[in-house]
């Protein structure tokens, strides 16, 4: 087993991004810490990597703060000092116009994408600025964070938190040696699509089809490029698109 010296703390694991990641930190020796919601996806991720380096997975909802606070407190000794969080838990729903979305879609974004975010973050600040230097959170934002589209309502806006709170984040931990960054991906194949559909796999299967989206492995690349920085450097906010994406045109509505 590689001698790990340096943990990861992902959340979001399961799938896309989070699970792209846990591989290439497992691969430069990094211990894991792994959550999210199914147990029995964590416990395969776990089965996979714990030859390469030690794992401890956490079934967490990161909308329940006080289990997110549990389990922040519970870390075992060889887990507990963590250099770097990647809070990656996250998703969209009802990619619809706003005035036909149910609130509870929109609920469900912000208890995630916001609230979760900050529960995570607030249960981990004391332990990265312990260890200071060489630290990071790395908050995973959305192009939908910066540039507006239909359907994007309340997604785009939980983005834009993500983005305002990584760069005032900056501004409290001047001093500690803790590095925050906005990871901004465009669009990107992973199960994403799948959840914010809830469940339309030929949509998902469509809107990926005849481009070249992102991977989660491109994703995954850029967080590990972000974590291992020289200590003394952070990246603010990285947007990054497939070339295959740009902006359109601003809509007008005509007679
Ligand atoms: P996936 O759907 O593949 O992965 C989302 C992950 O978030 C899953 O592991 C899921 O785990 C976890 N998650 C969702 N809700 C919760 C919750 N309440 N508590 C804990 N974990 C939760 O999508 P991606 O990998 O694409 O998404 C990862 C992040 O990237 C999200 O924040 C998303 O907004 C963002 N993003 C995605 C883009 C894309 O095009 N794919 C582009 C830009 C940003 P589980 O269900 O097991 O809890
Ligand atoms: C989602 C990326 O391109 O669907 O965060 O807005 S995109």
């Known amino acids: ?126 332990t990265l600025i312990k260890k200071g230097a060489g630290t990071s959170i790395i908050n995973i934002g959305s192009i939908a964070g910066q540039w507006p589209y239909p359907g994007s309502h309340v997604y785009g806006a939980t983005k834009a938190f993500v983005k305002q709170f990584s760069y005032n984040l900056r501004c409290d931990l001047l001093g500690t040696g803790v590095r925050v960054t906005d990871l901004a991906p465009g669009i990107a194949e992973t199960e994403f699509t799948l959840v914010r559909t809830k469940g339309d796999q030929a949509a998902s299967d469509t809107l990926y089809r005849g481009t070249t989206p992102l991977s989660a492995l491109d994703i995954a690349q850029q967080m590990f490029y972000i974590a291992t920085l020289p200590d003394h450097m952070n990246i603010n906010r990285v947007e990054v698109m497939p070339v295959r994406q740009a902006w359109q045109p601003f809509a007008i509505d005509r007679d």
């Open 1 to 126: 087993m590689t001698e790990a010296k340096k943990v990861v703390f992902i959340t979001g694991a399961t799938s896309g991004f989070g699970e792209a990641a846990a591989q290439v930190f497992a691969d430069a020796g990094w211990a894991l810490v792994l959550s999210g919601r199914r147990l029995a996806r964590l416990e395969s991720l776990k089965e996979r990597l714990h030859g390469q380096v030690p794992v401890h997975i956490i079934e967490l909802d990161v909308r329940d703060k006080d289990a997110v606070k549990n389990a922040v407190a519970a870390l075992p000794a060889e887990f507990a000092s963590i250099t770097t969080l990647i809070n990656n838990a996250g998703l969209a729903l009802a990619p619809q116009p706003a005035q036909k979305v149910d609130l509870e879609d929109w609920q469900t974004m912000i208890d995630t994408n916001v609230t979760g975010l900050v529960n995570v973050t607030h249960a981990l600040l004391p």
